[in-house]
């Protein structure tokens, strides 16, 4: 019998999961939900719910790519028996643990592939109507933008540029190999075939 | 209702609405106007705080809550918000250090720090000495710097439901030093105020849902901390 993985994932990493799904090193089904969800937690949580309570049963072991994304992302887990990928957000589970804690102490502004294609979207539309405000608590609490290079699209020069101009930040690009992503989520489906295993016994 | 100097009526709700506003509205400066208008007025600071500031901080999290603000615009309202706390909070420097020590910092693996250093800020106000260690603190750092400048109260910020857990760590160490009479924990951030239940889970001795209620929380933790008399 064949086993499948659902991946219910942030669209901030289809680019990401479908190209180690294409190279066969993740299997099952992916499944995405539109990354300006993070942007509003509690309707994250309740389309996470939705989609859960949708796929519970119709698979055999069932992942959350997502980090600590709405105030009851554990509670989703444990209530749907689902695993999720071990980190506080997308960007950890891209660069390591380690990496972002320096690029935190760096006070680094992380902009994800995905991301740095919609950030006029977020910094124009949900941070509110005073765009020099906005700016001025980003550089209060921010010192560089960091694109996180994953290799799938060309680095956004123009649009990071822009991102730059924008915020009064200075911006570098970091190349981000996708093994530690790849990690995070073998670490996480080996959990999910656990609670499998756990609920058969 | 109070009066101005210029005879124009003080009036805490309509503040309240007005400073609400500009904080939705991302509106820092009118936001800092409308508090100093409040504080000309001649209302004691502790009352802008308490029937100004302290409502409009709690409906923007109901705002939250509802889903009528994304992320990134509390982020800025609640910055605004630690702006006009400020304006608003007493020089209390011939106090200072009167009340005690009082160790804080974000757990390990947090690094959302608004809501600790606008704590950090009311704590040294109202007399505390503030050590404050930042975001990304080890729970063995806590103990450490708590035995270090003789803290009986250690308040750790999480923001998230996985950095809170961290925080067990903490009170495992406290626990199982046999300090947990002499060291009380404070916890708190957005998701204490979420999630209420989690204190318990994580092990705290108490909370407060903003920053306004440090004061109390910390001296009533440190009243409870005192030495017990078999002990001295």
């Known amino acids: 019998m064949i086993r499948k ?26 499944f995405f939900l539109d990354s300006m969800l993070h942007m509003a937690p509690p309707l994250l949580e309740r389309t996470l719910r939705e989609q859960l309570r949708q796929r519970c049963g119709a698979c055999d072991r069932l992942v959350l790519v997502y980090g600590d994304c709405c105030a009851g992302m554990l509670d989703l887990a ?30 680094a502004f992380l902009v994800l592939p995905e991301w740095a294609e919609r950030w ?5 539309e949900a941070l509110g109507p005073d765009a020099a405000a906005a700016r001025e608590l980003l550089k209060e609490h921010r010192s560089v933008l960091v694109y996180l290079d994953t290799g799938m699209v060309p680095v956004p020069v123009r ?43 | 209702m109070a009066k101005s100097a210029s005879g124009a009526a003080c009036d805490c709700e309509e503040f309240y609405r007005q400073v609400l506003d500009a904080m939705i509205n991302a509106d820092r ?54 702006d006009a706390l400020l304006r608003c909070l007493p020089d209390h420097e011939k106090d200072r250090d009167r009340k005690g020590v009082a160790v ?10 608004l809501g600790r250093r606008t704590v950090g800020l009311f704590l040294n106000a109202a007399g505390w000495q503030v050590v404050d260690l930042g975001n990304d603190v080890p729970a063995e750092q806590f103990l450490e710097k708590a035995r270090e400048v003789g803290a009986r109260v250690i308040g750790v910020s999480a923001m998230m439901q996985t950095t809170a ?27 204490f105020n979420w999630r209420p239940e989690l204190v318990t889970e994580v092990g705290g001795d108490g909370t407060t849902r903003n920053a306004v209620g440090a004061d109390e929380l910390f001296t009533c933790l440190q009243e409870q901390a005192r030495i017990p008399e078999r002990a001295l």
Not at chain 1, 171 to 186: I, Y
Not at chain 2, 104 to 113: A, L, P, R, V, W
């Open chain 2, 104 to 113: 804080i910092g974000n757990i390990e693996d947090d690094f959302h720090s």
């Open chain 1, 159 to 201: 649009q990071m540029e822009a991102f730059s101009a924008y915020s009064g930040l200075p911006w570098r690009s970091e190349r981000v190999e996708l093994d530690t992503l790849l990690t995070g989520l073998m670490d996480a489906e080996a959990r999910a075939m656990t609670i499998m295993e756990g609920e058969k016994q």
């Open chain 1, 78 to 107: 444990r209530e749907f028996r689902a695993a999720r990928t071990d980190s506080i957000n997308c960007a950890q589970l891209l660069v390591g643990r380690k990496r972002y804690r320096e690029l935190m102490r760096e006070e």
């Open chain 1, 120 to 124: 006029r979207e977020v910094m124009e």
């Open chain 1, 5 to 30: 993985t659902v991946w219910l994932a942030c669209g901030v990493l289809r680019d990401e999961l479908s190209r180690l799904h294409r190279d066969e090193m993740i299997g099952g089904e992916l």
């Open chain 2, 29 to 82: 400066t009118k936001a800092a106007a409308i508090i100093e208008r409040a504080l000309d007025c001649g209302i004691p600071p502790a009352r802008v705080i308490a029937e100004v500031l302290d409502p409009a901080i709690v409906q923007l999290g109901t705002l939250w809550e509802g889903e009528s603000m994304s992320l990134a615009q509390n982020f800025i309202a609640s910055k605004i918000a630690e």
């Open chain 2, 165 to 191: 857990m961290n925080i067990r760590k903490l009170r495992d160490l406290i626990d199982g030093a046999g300090e947990q009479e002499r060291i009380k924990l404070a916890v708190g951030g957005a998701v």
